[in-house]
């Protein structure tokens, strides 16, 4: 466990963004952005976030700046339908009845 917890912090230690070069902060953007398809929202928002400062510099690569773009609109995407759903769900699942009932984790107390 000890061995785990150093090899991480020294990765995470190696990764700063400021110091990286342009080639390993495409790399890094390439992989979170992919990673946002496998249905892993947070991802892309991270991703966002993280390399908006150098998407929009001049003289950015245009790959860098494409998929910085299309995961601030892929997060906000995600973000704008799970509140949807969770606002549509919490309103209407007493009148959807066992169906309701049936997608939730956790169950009311006083039902049997």
């Known amino acids: 466990e000890t061995l ?21 902060r495409l790399n890094v953007c390439k992989k979170y952005y992919v990673g946002g398809w496998f249905f892993l929202p947070w991802l892309w928002i991270i991703n966002f976030f993280w390399f908006m400062p150098y998407a929009l510099k001049g003289g950015a690569d245009p790959k860098l700046r494409k998929m910085t773009i299309i995961s601030g609109i892929g997060g906000t995407v995600w ?14 699942r ?3 009845g066992e169906d309701g009932d049936a997608l939730t984790a956790n169950y009311p107390k006083g039902r049997e």
């Open 94 to 96: 007493v009148a959807w």
């Open 79 to 92: 973000i704008v339908i799970m509140a949807v759903w969770v606002s549509q769900y919490q309103k209407n």
């Open 4 to 24: 785990v917890r150093t090899k991480i912090t020294s990765h995470a230690a190696k990764m700063n963004l400021a110091k990286a070069s342009d080639e390993e």
